[in-house]
């Protein structure tokens, strides 16, 4: 099809980029189950629906839909699915705030009605964005983590693996956030630098510093390390908790750093990992001194029902009161916080559910899967080799899944329900037939409910098509997209999960992408006020130009950082794009990309260049290397096309001659290929080119392969354009207009060159190319002077050091003498001071020259 003529001059990004998002339709999208195409299927991060799609959410989206779009036009069966991982706190917290209530104001039925009427609610605000960012996503593979028919399969997995034994109930310490007041996993610990105060007290007489005071009332034994003389008479010795007076062993343990504090300290039930450790290790009692809500319980007696900082100063306060307070100072400590609230973790002994962390079954199916990049393993292999408890599973909290058990009341046997009554909520359905063990008819329900990864650590088997049992139809996955910050969590359970429900790993391969830091350089947050939105960035300068900052701004896996020039420079490239597609489109009208009549030289030269972009972006785009793509594809485009080749062979399309059709067939397969490989980055720049150029859309066109080996054009074409630049540098230099008359060119190139009449055109000059030698001659016209040698050299001199060294032969122009003698006196000759300035002739006739390389230019100017 002809292009249609009437090409706006100016690219309006808003206007393109709205109506094509309006025309394209959700089915060109869609995963096709009965192709027989290869599959590529990729799984999704599911985003928590906070409303907001942020900017971190839309880089790791670019680099999918780069992918998604470029392996459609490689000719697979692409299933790019979208779901929403709907449960948690920060969700309660927002409905609690909304509705002025607490959870325990309203029934836990109602209270989930409100959080899921919220999420329904984000979610949409969410999709709207992802549309707008031009995001080819499958919609018919959407899902939603808290529908039932999500949810239900999330329950089937437990049942799973309960069945098999990956999944216990257990008394037993666990990272607890008593804000949130839930337990939470290791993975969910985050580590922060805190200014604490460390006492020093005495205790039965003995020494003791510690951050914790209030945990006196769950103190169970003092260690000190083995070879410390300075305790040796303890060996052995109970000793009596001051206040509490609880009678505790001393013990010896290598694990004590004797520098620290007095070199005693106490183990307690729990302030930190090493007490779980001790307490284990030496089969101690427990002592629970502080409940769920954080505040201390009976063991702590008159300090009862006091928060863990009251209790801390009212002890203090005693110590001091009983003289047995030895001092206090500040110290930094790192201290465990809650990933979502910050608060510091509390570690409480209490009944959970579990999932057996098998260390060598997650590493085995990680080496299976391809990292890219290939350092992020390394840090799932570190974190899963200190991975020393299990995953703690249950959460107290109530917009989550329901973990679907019942306990007998009468035995305590834990009753599941059968596949078949799943989804189900244990809170509300009975079991079905009387206890198993002891026929009981009383259940109690559990309400504890499920860690929100437990549903997002099987996307990937629900997007392969998971029903609940054996392996899903198209699994594994090929492609696990997402970021570094949850490699511990999303990509750890996941693999974990996998192998334990399927036996194998989820996917070929992980793509690791990096954070979006603020301007600053920081890592976006509220309180630095230094994010950014999409949306802002897209009122701006357009989806197209938000997905080529995304791509160029760092290599895949590297923190980006956020910066609106970047943001400038991509929308100016989409500008020089449309420029050059303007001005292609009237020349090639309706000539096919036809190979065979590509035969002039600069045409053959710039599919050289093609073939040589083509295999760069196409090798960029298999790595996953989106930037090194851009990269090529921009200089191509900018520099080889509309710098160089245009530049060159535009005389020729204004021209009527034979060989413009050699130049309007190089350009209509040029123009067709770049188009195309645009299209993952710039969807609606490309698809609006495409029409133009071919009148059909280009997301359903195959990813280019173009191949043109010419090794003659490759090199007789780079010294074209080459000389033609220095050419016309050269009228430049010498105030020529480009397009006034040159003259006449002889270039001596040693081999014959046929260019087609381009350079003449390009120069406006009679251009000859000659074999022979030049037979230059050669002679001096005058000297030039460097007058910032001369000048203060010679200062008073310089006029008679000039004369002089005009009087000199030729010879010593060019091999200047030590020294000059002027009105008898000698005067040395400063290095640099003057140069001759040659002119040459052939056969007779004055000419410049030009040299490029080897190649020399005689220069004829017209009169
Ligand atoms: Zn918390
Ligand atoms: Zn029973």
């Not at 990272?175 to 969910?188: G, H, L, P, V």
């Not at 079954?361 to 292999?381: D, F, G, N, Q, S």
């Not at 609006?688 to 080996?709: A, D, S």
């Not at 490759?714 to 480009?738: C, F, I, P, S, T």
Request: net charge neutral; with cysteine; glycine share 8%.
């Amino acid at each position: 099809m002809a292009p249609s003529g009437d090409i706006p001059k100016h690219y309006d990004f808003a206007e393109v980029e709205a109506r094509w998002q309006r025309t394209w339709r959700d089915e060109e999208n869609y995963f096709d189950r009965s192709s027989g195409k290869p599959r590529y299927i990729i799984d999704t991060p599911p985003p928590y629906p906070t409303g907001n799609f942020h900017i971190g959410n839309a880089l790791n989206w670019c680099y999918i839909d780069f992918i998604a779009r470029y392996k459609r036009m490689q000719g697979y069966n692409v299933m790019f699915p979208q779901g929403w991982d709907c449960h948690g706190l920060p969700t309660e917290v927002k409905v609690e705030e909304i509705h002025g209530i607490t959870k325990n104001d309203v029934s836990r039925e109602e209270f989930r009605r409100m959080c899921r009427e919220l999420t329904a609610k984000n979610i949409e605000l969410m999709r709207a964005t992802l549309r707008r960012l031009g995001f080819s996503v499958d919609w018919s593979n959407e899902y939603v983590t808290m529908r039932p028919e999500y949810f239900g399969k999330t329950q089937k997995s437990f049942l799973k693996m309960y069945h098999a034994g990956y999944i216990y109930q257990a008394e037993h310490p666990v990272n607890f956030c008593i804000r949130c007041e839930t337990a939470i996993a290791f993975a969910e610990v985050t580590y922060q630098e805190r200014e604490t105060t460390l006492t020093t007290f005495l205790f039965d007489g003995v020494g003791i510093a510690t951050t914790r005071p209030e945990l006196l009332a769950a103190c169970v034994a003092v260690a000190v390390h083995p070879e410390d003389e300075r305790f040796a008479k303890l060996h052995g010795k109970r000793l009596t908790v001051p206040f509490f007076g609880q009678k505790v062993p001393v013990l010896k343990d290598a694990a004590v750093d004797p520098t620290f504090g007095t070199g005693a300290v106490m183990i307690c039930t729990f302030g930190d990992k090493q007490d779980v450790h001790w307490w284990k290790e030496y089969n101690l009692p427990l002592r629970k001194a502080i409940d769920r809500r954080g505040r201390m319980t009976a063991v702590a007696g008159k300090f009862e029902g006091m928060t863990v900082a009251e209790a801390r100063k009212a002890i203090v306060a005693d110590m001091k009161k009983a003289g047995i307070l030895r001092g206090e100072k500040k110290i930094t400590q790192r201290v465990g916080t809650c990933w979502r609230c910050k608060t510091p973790i509390e570690i409480l002994s209490e009944r959970q559910w579990f999932i057996r962390v098998k260390h060598d079954e997650i590493l085995k199916a990680a080496r299976e899967v391809t990292w890219i990049p290939e350092h992020m393993r390394i840090r799932l292999e570190n974190w899963v080799a200190q991975m020393e408890w299990d995953w703690c599973i249950s959460r107290q909290r109530i917009f989550a899944t329901p973990i679907p058990v019942w306990s007998c009341d009468a035995c305590g046997e834990l009753v599941l329900p059968s596949e078949d009554e799943i989804p189900i909520d244990p809170t509300l359905t009975r079991p079905k037939l009387p206890c198993p063990k002891c026929g009981g008819t009383k259940f109690t329900p559990e309400e504890d409910v499920l860690d929100t990864w437990m549903d997002s650590s099987i996307s990937v088997l629900n997007v392969t098509g998971w029903d609940g049992s054996g392996t899903p139809p198209l699994f594994p996955a090929q492609l696990r997209p997402q970021g570094h910050d949850i490699i511990r969590t999303w990509a750890c359970y996941t693999i974990l999960r996998s192998v334990a429900l399927t036996g194998q790993k989820p996917w070929d391969g992980i793509l690791v992408n990096g954070m979006v830091l603020g301007e600053d350089g920081f890592k976006m947050s509220k309180s630095r006020g230094n994010i950014i939105q999409p949306e802002e960035i897209l009122a701006k300068h357009g989806a197209d130009a938000f997905r080529q900052w995304s791509a160029s701004g760092a290599a895949t896996g590297s923190d980006i950082m956020f910066n609106w020039n970047d943001v400038v420079a991509a929308s100016r490239l989409q500008t020089k794009l449309w420029n050059i597609v303007r001005f292609i489109l009237p020349k090639i009208g309706d000539e096919p990309p036809d190979e065979g009549r590509v035969t002039a030289l600069a045409d053959r030269w710039l599919l050289t260049h093609l073939s040589d972009t083509v295999a760069a972006v196409t090798a960029a785009m298999e790595s996953y290397a989106f930037d090194q793509a851009l990269k090529a594809l921009r200089e191509f485009a900018w520099d080889v096309l509309a710098d160089e080749y245009i530049e060159l062979a535009k005389g020729r399309l204004y021209s009527g001659g034979e060989e413009r059709g050699s130049a309007t067939a190089a350009l209509s397969i040029t123009l067709d290929a770049l188009v195309r490989m645009l299209a993952p980055f710039l969807p609606h720049f490309a698809e609006e080119c495409y029409h133009q150029l071919k009148g059909r859309p280009v997301h359903h066109e195959p990813w280019v392969k173009f191949e043109w080996k010419d090794d003659a054009a490759r090199g007789q074409g780079d010294l074209l354009v080459r000389l033609v630049a220095e050419l016309r540098n050269y009228k430049h230099d010498r105030g020529m207009a480009l397009n006034a008359p040159f003259g006449r060119l002889t270039i001596y190139a040693g081999t014959g060159v046929e260019d087609a009449g381009d350079a003449a055109r390009a120069l406006n000059a009679e251009v000859s190319w000659s074999t022979e030698e030049p037979g230059l001659e050669r002679r001096v016209r005058d000297v030039k002077f460097n007058m910032s040698v001369v000048g203060p050299a010679l200062k008073g001199k310089a006029r008679e050091f000039m004369d002089a060294v005009r009087k000199l032969p030729p010879g010593q122009l060019e091999n200047p003498p030590a020294s000059l003698v002027l009105k008898g006196c000698e005067v040395p000759v400063p290095a640099g001071a003057f140069a001759p300035d040659f002119s040459y002739a052939i056969g007779g006739k004055d000419v410049d020259v030009v040299t490029v390389g080897d190649v020399i230019v005689a220069v004829e100017r017209a009169p």
